[in-house]
C-alpha cells in the first residue's frame, strides 16, 4: 500500500464510531463521583475547588473503565495513588523546568514500559502522568499546586468510594466475564461451518490472564473457575477431534448435536457471566447422549462427558465457598499455582529492555515525543490570547495519548483525536456564549461528562468530541477565559496529535518488520511442545501435564501477536520492507491455525490406557525437533530450509516402523491408524508453512524494528 493510500485508509478508522460502552453500572458510579466532585465544589463556593475535584473524579473514573481485569475498586484505588502523587510531585517542580523537563520524561518512559501489561494499564499509566503535568504547567505556584493535588486527591477518593456502594455483582466479576466469554467463543465456533473457529486462542489466552491476575489467597474460592477453564481446554479439543471424526460424515443427527452442544455452551456462558444458573433442558443432554452412544467412535463420548462436569463446575461457581471441594484442575497446574505478580511484572518489564522490543521502542518514542511537545507548546504561547501562556500541556497530553506502539493506531487515533477536538471546540464555543447560572453550569458540567464516560469506547473522535466540550467549558468559566479558548484548546490538540505522528515516523516500529521475528518465536514453542506432544505416546502418563500447559498458553500468546501483526502489515506503508507479500502472510497465517490444530489433536488423543500407547512415534520427535529449530532460524533469515526434507524423513520412518502397513491392512489398533493420521496430518502442515517460509523475497535477517 502507498503512503498516502496507507495514511487515508488509516485515518479513516479512526473517525469511525463504534458500538461498544462499558457496563452500565461501572459508568454510573463513574458519573456518581463526578457529581459527587461538583456538588462540593458549589457547597464550598471554590471554582478551584470544584475543578480540580471534578478532574480527579474524572480521570481516575476513565481508569475503572479501561478493560477492568481486577476488581473497580483495586483499579479506582491504584489511579488515585498514582494520578494524585503525580500531581503533588508535579507541584512540587513547579517553575523548574529543566526538573520538570527531566521528570516527565522519565515517568513518560515508565508509562510506556507499562504498556507491557496490555493496553488498559498502558493508558491508565498515561493519565498518571497527566496529573504530573497539571500541577506543574497550570499551577500558579509550588503552593498552589499543592492545594490544586489535594483537591485532586478528594475526587479520586470519591472515585474509590463509588466503587464501593451497593449493589455488588457476583464475585470474581472481571474472572467470570473472561470465562463467559470463552464459552460464548465455543459455543459459536461448535455450529460454526468454517473449522477456523475452532482455532482462535484469544478467548482462552484472555480468560488465563483473568485468572492469572488472582492473588494466591482468593484462588482456592476461584477452583471451580480454574476447573472451567481446564473444561473448556479439553472441550476445545474434543470439538476439533469430533469435527475431524463426525461432522465429516453427514451422519442423522450432527446438526442437532451441534445445536444441543451450542445451547449447553451458551447456557454455561450465562451461568458463569450471572452467577446465577441457566439449566440446560433435559431433552437436550437426551440428545447428546444419545448421539454419542451411536457413534462408532469415542469423541462424541468424551465430549458429553466434558460437557456436563463443565456444567456442574459452572453451577458450583456460583457457590461462595469451595477451597474445601474441589481440587485444583490437572488441565492448567500451573496456572492453579501462580507466581507472585511483582516478580511477574518486574520479569516482564526487564524482557522489554532492549533496543528491538517494540515497547521499549514505544517508551523512548513517549519520553522524547512528551518532552518535546511540552517545548513546543510553550513557544505556542497562548494563541494570540485564546489560550493559556506559559504551558505546553494540551499539546504534550495529546501526543502522549496518541502514540502507541502500532502504525495503524497512531495514525488512527491522531485522525480521530483532532477531528474530535475540532468538532468538540465549536460546541464548547456555542456554549460559552450564553450566560450559565452556577447550578446551570455544574449540571451542564456533569452530563459533558457523562457523555464522556458513555463514549469512551466508541472511538477517538465521539470521545474528544465530549471531552473537549467538557473541558474548555470547565476552564472557560472556572478560569475566565474567552469562549473562543475552545479554538486555542482544538489548534493545540492538533499539533500535538501531528507531532505524535511525526515522531512515530521518524523511529517507527513496523510490523511486517516484526513479523519474522515473531515467526521464529512461535516456531520455537512448536519446536518444544511437539517433540514433547509425541514423546508422550511411549507410555500412559509419560508426558508433563505442567510442561504442556505452559508450552500451550505460550504458543497461543505469540500466535495472537503475530496474528495482530499480519493484520496490521496489511495497512502499513512499508509492507514491501517485510519479507513475504500480502498473500502469503494470509498462507502463513493459515498453516500457523492449521499446525495448530494438528497439537491440539496430539494432545487430545495422548494415551489413556495401555491400548492407546504408539511407541514408534518417539522417534519422530528428534527429526521434527531438527526442522523446526532450523525452520524458526529461517523463518529469522538466518538459512535456508528446504521443502521436503522432514517429508522424507517421515516417509522413511512410516515405512520402516510398520505403522503404515498396520494402519493399511487394518491389522493395527484403532490407536496405530490414528496415530498415523495425526503425525502425517503433522508434518504435512509442517512441510506447507516450510514451502512458504522459503519463498521469503529477502535473504537476510530482518530485526524486530
Do not use: K
Not at 279 to 293: G, I, M
Request: aromatic share 6%; net charge neutral; hydrophobic share 50%.
Amino acid at each position: 500500500m502507498r503512503w498516502w493510500s496507507s495514511l487515508i485508509t488509516t485515518g479513516r478508522d479512526g473517525l469511525l464510531i463504534q458500538r461498544a460502552f462499558a457496563a452500565p453500572s461501572a459508568i454510573a458510579r463513574a458519573v456518581l463521583a463526578v457529581l459527587l466532585a461538583t456538588v462540593l465544589g458549589r457547597l464550598l463556593d471554590d471554582p478551584v475547588a470544584g475543578a480540580m475535584t471534578s478532574v480527579g473524579a474524572f480521570i481516575c473514573g476513565i481508569g475503572t473503565l479501561l478493560s477492568p481485569l481486577r476488581h473497580p475498586a483495586v483499579n479506582a484505588l491504584g489511579m488515585s495513588a498514582a494520578f494524585s502523587g503525580m500531581a503533588v510531585l508535579g507541584a512540587t517542580v513547579h517553575g523548574t523546568t529543566w526538573l520538570f523537563l527531566l521528570l516527565l520524561a522519565v515517568t513518560a518512559f515508565a508509562a510506556g514500559l507499562w504498556w507491557t501489561l496490555g493496553v488498559a494499564p498502558g493508558i491508565r499509566g498515561c493519565l498518571a502522568v497527566i496529573g504530573l503535568m497539571i500541577t506543574a504547567d497550570l499551577a500558579p505556584d509550588v503552593h498552589g499546586g499543592l492545594v490544586m493535588a489535594g483537591w485532586i486527591a478528594v475526587g479520586t477518593g470519591l472515585t474509590v468510594v463509588a466503587q464501593l456502594l451497593p449493589p455488588y455483582g457476583p464475585r470474581f466479576a472481571a474472572q467470570r466475564r473472561a470465562l463467559a466469554a470463552l464459552y460464548q467463543a465455543l459455543a459459536e465456533a461448535s455450529v460454526a461451518a468454517d473449522s477456523a473457529a475452532l482455532d482462535r486462542s484469544a478467548p482462552f489466552t484472555a480468560a488465563r490472564q483473568a485468572l492469572d491476575l488472582l492473588p494466591q489467597f482468593s484462588r482456592p474460592a476461584a477452583a471451580a473457575m480454574f476447573g472451567l477453564l481446564g473444561e473448556a481446554e479439553r472441550i476445545g479439543r474434543a470439538l476439533q477431534t469430533v469435527r475431524v471424526t463426525v461432522y465429516v460424515a453427514a451422519a442423522a443427527g450432527n446438526q442437532e448435536a451441534r445445536d444441543g452442544t451450542a445451547q449447553v455452551l451458551g447456557n454455561i456462558s450465562r451461568t458463569v457471566a450471572s452467577g446465577r444458573e441457566s439449566r440446560t433442558p433435559e431433552e437436550v443432554w437426551t440428545l447428546l447422549e444419545s448421539w454419542a452412544a451411536a457413534s462408532p467412535v469415542h469423541g462424541p463420548c468424551d465430549l458429553a462427558a466434558r460437557l456436563r462436569l463443565a456444567e456442574q463446575l459452572a453451577r458450583r461457581s456460583t457457590e461462595d465457598h469451595l477451597g474445601d471441594v474441589l481440587e485444583p484442575h490437572t488441565e492448567v497446574p500451573g496456572l492453579y499455582a501462580g507466581t507472585p505478580s511483582v516478580a511477574r511484572t518486574a520479569r516482564r518489564m526487564r524482557a522489554q529492555l532492549r533496543p528491538q522490543s517494540p515497547i521499549f521502542r514505544h517508551a523512548v518514542r513517549l519520553a522524547v515525543g512528551v518532552v518535546l511537545a511540552e517545548v513546543i507548546g510553550r513557544s505556542i504561547g497562548g494563541w494570540g490570547g485564546l489560550g493559556i501562556s506559559a504551558h505546553g500541556f494540551w499539546v504534550a497530553l495529546t501526543t502522549m495519548l496518541v502514540l502507541f506502539p502500532g502504525y495503524g493506531h497512531t495514525i488512527a487515533r491522531g485522525w480521530g483525536r483532532a477531528a474530535g477536538a475540532v468538532l468538540g471546540g465549536l460546541f464548547a464555543w456555542v456554549l460559552s456564549l450564553p450566560h450559565w447560572s452556577p447550578t446551570g453550569l455544574a449540571v451542564a458540567s456533569v452530563v459533558l461528562a457523562a457523555a464522556s464516560f458513555v463514549t469512551l469506547r466508541t472511538g477517538q473522535l465521539m470521545l474528544n468530541l465530549w471531552l473537549t466540550t467538557w473541558i474548555v467549558f470547565l476552564i472557560h468559566h472556572v478560569g475566565g477565559l474567552p469562549g473562543p479558548t475552545a479554538w486555542a484548546r482544538a489548534a493545540d490538540t492538533v499539533v500535538g496529535a501531528a507531532l505524535a505522528v511525526l515522531i512515530f515516523l521518524v523511529w517507527p516500529t513496523w510490523s511486517s518488520r516484526r513479523l519474522p521475528g515473531l515467526l521464529a518465536e512461535w516456531l520455537r514453542v512448536q519446536d518444544r511442545l511437539l517433540p514433547e506432544l509425541l514423546t508422550g505416546y511411549a507410555d500412559v502418563g509419560a508426558t508433563d501435564l505442567a510442561a504442556i500447559d505452559e508450552l500451550r498458553a505460550r504458543s497461543r500468546q505469540v500466535r495472537e501477536h503475530l496474528e495482530i501483526s499480519v493484520e496490521q502489515a496489511h495497512a502499513e506503508p512499508a509492507e514491501h520492507r517485510g519479507p513475504w507479500s500480502s498473500a502469503q502472510l494470509e498462507q502463513i497465517r493459515t498453516q500457523v491455525s492449521a499446525v495448530a490444530g494438528c497439537a491440539t489433536l496430539l494432545g487430545e488423543h495422548l494415551p489413556r490406557t495401555a491400548q492407546d500407547v504408539v511407541p514408534e512415534l518417539t522417534e519422530l520427535a528428534d527429526p521434527l525437533h531438527e526442522h523446526l529449530a532450523a525452520l524458526a532460524r529461517a523463518a529469522a533469515g538466518a538459512e535456508t530450509v528446504a521443502p521436503g526434507a522432514l517429508r522424507s524423513v517421515f516417509d522413511s520412518f512410516i515405512a520402516r516402523s510398520g505403522l503404515l502397513a498396520a494402519a493399511s491392512d487394518g491389522s493395527g489398533s484403532a490407536a496405530t491408524s490414528r496415530a498415523v493420521a495425526l503425525s502425517t496430518a503433522s508434518i504435512d502442515a509442517v512441510e506447507a508453512l516450510t514451502a512458504t517460509i522459503a519463498s521469503r523475497h529477502r535473504p537476510r535477517r530482518h530485526a524486530a524494528a
